[in-house]
């Protein structure tokens, strides 16, 4: 079990890029600098292990996650009707967004426990 949670708890920047990468080729732009720079970050921050990077990450990516859900609810709500369309929509929004403040929430629990440790003699 012990082994199963330090696996878990070294994927949170791995599954954040794979979302950057999902995001950046849904937006549908060739360059995109808040893709690139985000990306830039979350590589770096898997070479550095930086706490307090560790936990600005996720804590701005849950904000905006949160905005996001609220902006989805309301394109939502412009449906005519719960057709195929309106389904694929809020379940592919829904899914994305609160996938992302999971392992966001995830990766907040890890830099956490960070401060708990003492260093090993």
Do not use: D, H
């Amino acid at each position: 079990m012990n082994k199963l949670k330090q696996i878990a708890l070294q994927i949170p920047e791995y599954l954040l890029i794979a979302s950057v990468i999902f995001y950046w080729g849904s937006a549908g732009w060739g360059l995109n600098p808040i893709a690139i720079s985000l990306l830039l970050i979350l590589v770096l921050q898997i070479i550095f292990k930086n706490r307090i990077v560790g936990l600005l990450i996720p804590g701005i990516l849950i904000l905006t996650c949160l905005y996001m859900l609220l902006a989805l609810m309301s394109e939502f709500r412009e449906f005519p009707s719960f057709n195929q369309e309106a389904q694929v929509f809020l379940f592919v929004g829904l899914s994305y967004f609160i996938s992302t403040m999971l392992v966001s929430g995830l990766m907040i629990y890890k830099y956490l426990l960070r401060e708990g440790k003492l260093p090993t003699q």
